[in-house]
């Protein structure tokens, strides 16, 4: 056992103020991870059934067997990690806005981070997610206008709390459509949601992808010893088309 509560890293950033602590719950019977962005929390060791499900879910939908993805948003590195635990997934780009996240990674303060830092397949950019995949270079910055076969995000709390004003113009369909334009034929996006599914959110979305459904994902609540659940948004764009047998017809 741990100690009782540690404060690992605490620093001011532009955003506010991000601290990672580690706390040993005894509910669980082990060390609990937390990150927080000034009092709000950005995720927990604690929860992590419904973004592991959404990395799960959206390589499901991918229409390539050798998928390049996108996760925007790094927290404590559990989205990405169940990337990379698909043997076939061929490339992976972790955009994270706060560059005392990433180091956290680096520097093993988390416990999947050695895994993303040193599997080659990964690459984590400091880099602001909204900013970068409503530009003209895209989500890459080492290949400009480079497109992936899934895109997903897990930044803010849901598509009406954000955390920053700047992020809430994403959730309409001008942000929504430039995410399908990062895409690739039959590419997926994916986007975890605090609150329960969204008629409206969900309507909206279809507007600018080929498909759109929202999948609630239950999962064990230890500290109110209940069930709770988040939600998964998933859109997929028009897949390539096929050519008939025989010739171009």
């Not at 580690?22 to 509910?27: F, I, K, L, S």
């Not at 050798?66 to 955009?95: F, H, M």
Request: glycine share 8%; with cysteine; charged share 25%.
């Amino acid at each position: 056992m741990s100690a009782r509560f540690q404060v690992l890293d605490w620093r001011p950033t532009p955003m506010g103020t991000v601290s990672l602590r580690r706390r040993w719950d005894p509910t669980v019977g082990e060390d609990v991870y937390e990150a927080k962005l000034d009092s709000e929390f950005l995720m927990s060791s604690l929860f992590t059934v419904v973004e592991v499900e959404m990395a799960r879910l959206a390589l499901a939908e991918v229409a390539t067997s050798e998928p390049d993805v996108v996760v925007g948003g790094l927290g404590l590195g559990y989205t990405a990690r169940t990337v990379l635990e698909n043997p076939d997934v061929r490339s992976l780009v972790v955009i994270e806005a706060l560059g005392e996240v990433i180091e956290w990674h680096r520097d093993g303060l988390v416990p999947v981070g050695e895994t993303l830092a040193t599997d080659r397949r990964c690459r984590l950019v400091h880099g602001d997610f909204f900013e970068m995949v409503g530009s003209e270079n895209g989500l890459d910055p080492e290949t400009p206008g480079r497109t992936f076969d899934a895109v997903i995000v897990d930044i803010d709390h849901s598509p009406h709390h954000v955390l920053h004003p700047s992020h809430a113009v994403f959730y309409e369909p001008a942000g929504l459509r430039s995410v399908a334009r990062h895409l690739n034929p039959g590419g997926v996006f994916a986007l975890w949601s605090n609150d329960p599914p969204d008629s409206d959110f969900t309507k909206v979305l279809g507007g600018e992808f080929a498909r759109a459904w929202a999948e609630r994902v239950a999962f064990h609540n230890p500290l109110q010893g209940r069930e709770a659940a988040n939600t998964v948004y998933l859109a997929t764009t028009e897949a390539e088309p096929t050519t008939p047998a025989g010739g171009q017809g």
